[in-house]
């Protein structure tokens, strides 16, 4: 299905499960798509009503603008929720799309029921410096090839919204209410401090970290994972 924004972008968005039952909408990491949560779809549609989203610039949605950021991502999640007509909704956001979960809630807190933040950030520098540099170098080299095809500044313009933030002071995180799970891999290249000073700055946070996993725990243990989400939600 697709969504048509006041830009004129599309965000090619899908929903699974009954609409009588708790929505649920999940936000994919930076370059990647909905598709990343297929596996979960079994998982969490009995007792979810579950929205799925390519987010602007990403997967099969467009955009209209010269750049991406996490206010008009978020903007993008409000028109949904009125598309799908859904007064209020459990986010699980992974990777940078926690950081759009926060950032959305920031703007729209009566419509946020409870949030599930795996692995979120609120600077670059919450990163391990190697990831950093890594980064780094990909948006360097994305830059110099933007120009030569539009899948090299699809790219550019995914790798660039690491480095912006999502406009969140540890102050902002307090007006945060939602119930929130902070989750992360004790491996994870989220450093722990980061983790544990957004947990503890939420004004209704909870912090778990996952042994021995990373920060492709949703990826690679989607049993697991759903597990610990679904008794999240269930409890709030």
């Known amino acids: 299905m697709k969504l048509h924004t006041k830009d004129g972008s599309q965000i090619d968005y899908q929903t699974y499960g009954s ?7 999940l936000l994919h990491g930076n370059n990647g ?3 990343d949560f297929n596996a979960y779809l079994p998982l969490f549609a ?11 610039g990403h997967g099969q949605s467009t955009n209209t603008q ?4 996490y206010q008009l991502l978020a903007s993008d999640l409000d028109e949904l929720r009125v598309a799908v007509n859904i007064p209020t909704w459990s986010i699980l956001g992974y990777s940078d799309g926690a950081n759009l979960a926060l950032r959305y809630t920031l703007d729209n ?11 979120p950030n609120l600077t670059i520098n919450g990163l ?6 890594i980064a780094s170098w990909i948006e360097w080299l994305l830059g110099k090839l933007r120009h030569l095809h539009p899948f090299f500044e699809a790219r550019w313009q995914q790798t660039s919204l690491m480095f912006k933030t999502p406009g969140i002071s540890q102050r902002d ?6 119930p929130t799970l902070v989750l992360v891999g004790q491996f994870d290249f989220i450093k722990r401090r980061h983790s544990l000073n957004i947990a503890h700055a939420l004004g209704n946070g909870t912090l778990y970290i996952a042994p021995f996993k990373t920060h492709l725990f949703i990826q690679f243990s989607p049993l697991v994972f759903s597990n610990i989400v679904r ?3 269930k409890e709030h």
Do not use: E, G, M, W
Not at 46 to 56: E, M, W
Not at 66 to 69: H, R, S, T, W
Not at 109 to 119: D, F, G, I, K, R
Not at 173 to 178: N, P
């Open 19 to 25: 609409p009588t039952k708790p929505a649920l909408l």
């Open 33 to 35: 798509s909905q598709q």
């Open 46 to 56: 009995h007792d979810f009503y579950v929205i799925t989203q390519d987010a602007r």
């Open 66 to 69: 010269p750049q991406l950021n």
């Open 109 to 119: 807190p009566t419509h946020v029921h409870a949030l599930v933040l795996n692995a």
């Open 128 to 133: 391990a410096k190697p990831i950093i540099l």
């Open 173 to 178: 995180l307090q007006a945060v209410t939602a």
């Open 231 to 233: 008794q999240f939600l």
